[in-house]
């Protein structure tokens, strides 16, 4: 029987048990939920993975998974961005279904018992070192981005060669000054007239906000000081999706022990927790419970953790948003990022900027095809893409004056889409996210 009437469930990760690494209990569960798939093929056109199972099973001797090779099953494997959007969205079979279907943590179980047999790559392990990456970088970010830029030939060639990141992959750019530090030494004023004058909340900088684009962690805090909010922005490390990319459980666990105990002192101040990208937050609010289910603090911090702009709708909807949101002229298209709406709480985004006068707002609900350090490599790059040509076709067709993104990394693989489809730059204003567009109508300087 296909599908059913109750809300998809997650069982925790049993990464610590004997069985989830053991290579022929992988291989069967392998097997029994590929053939499922087979049946089904729901998901064909949603990422590379599908399309790549099929062909696998269309091209074997008997045309069935029988006679397919496990040796064929890594590039499936490889090819899942962990968008979430098959057990979200298309996925009839996930649990509480008999079938019991969930491909993302399949995907992780495999990535897991590939490193036990064999460690990630060096270059690949420090890709992932954000905070350190950010750290190193900030201080010397002329040069850091000078190198990046895909113009340079030289220095792409070379990174491409060394690192496996593609030449024309866009990479994101160091700020010189954190955001941590930048928030310490400006003032903002809060507005004691708002309707929801009162409310504290500690945002949740993140890595990329923190070391690439302080302006999405100013705009918030603008936005929520001008709305009555006391905002304290801070960040005592990356929430390790990076590292969850990779299945390193270990190295997440550490970090979601370290980040929970920390942001629930917070907790019990009054604060509310509010992280700056969707990633983060998802993380925060469903990936560490179901890697830490037991632990307090974890759980506790799940419950007070939100989106931004989910924080920002739950504001206007407790009390109103304070006055001076004024018009954003040439329209908006916003792209909504996968792991926004894996955390199944509606098109906040959406609702947030509908909050502006008159906004002639274009939604795109396609994935982008990054899928964060996956989009960037040299065998990724241009299959991320082909998977996001929809969502790019959408945003040229819009023709909006600004294009937003919930998530900054889809946002600039969505605007390079955008561009090869045109053939050349586009008179566009990007910006890094939607809460970005809230202080631009509200008239609030944040670069």
Sequence with gaps: MEGGLKAPTRRPYDFDEPDYLDEEKLDSELRRVFDICHGCRRCFNLCGSFPRLFDLIDESDSGELDTVPSAGFGLVMDSCTLCDMCFMVSCPYVPPHEFDIDFPHLVLRYRASQSARGPVPWVDRQLVRTDRNGKLAGPVAFLANWCSKTTNRFTRSTLELLAGIHRSASLPKYHHQTLVRQAANRTVEINIAAPSFGRKAALFATCFSNYNDPAIGLAARGVLARNGVDCAIVYPECCGMPQLEQADFLSVSKKAKIISAFLVAW?????????????????????????????????????????????????????????????????????????????????????????????????????????????????????????????????????????????????????????????????????????????????????
């Design 267 to 447: 907790i019990n101040k009054g604060y509310d927790i509010v992280a700056l990208v969707p990633s983060c937050a998802l993380m925060l609010k469903f990936e560490w419970p179901l890697i830490l289910p037991n632990d307090e603090n974890v759980r506790k911090l799940s419950k007070h953790t939100s989106d931004i702009s989910e924080y920002v709708v739950g504001i206007s909807q407790d009390g109103g948003l304070a006055e001076g949101l004024n018009r954003l002229p040439g329209g908006v298209t916003v792209h909504l990022a996968c792991h926004a709406r894996a955390q199944n709480i509606g098109a906040k985004a959406v609702e947030m900027l509908r909050l502006i006068p008159e906004v002639d707002l274009s939604v795109i609900e396609r994935c982008s095809g990054h899928g964060g350090a996956w989009g960037v490599k040299k065998g990724n790059f241009e299959t991320g893409l082909k998977v996001g040509e929809p969502a790019a076709r959408q945003a040229v067709k819009a023709e909006s004056a600004f294009v937003a993104s919930e998530c900054p990394l889809a946002g600039e693989h969505l605007r390079q889409g955008m561009e090869r489809l045109e053939g050349g730059p586009l008179i566009i204003q990007r910006v890094s996210h939607p809460i970005q567009l809230m202080a631009h109508a509200y008239g609030l300087e944040t670069d």
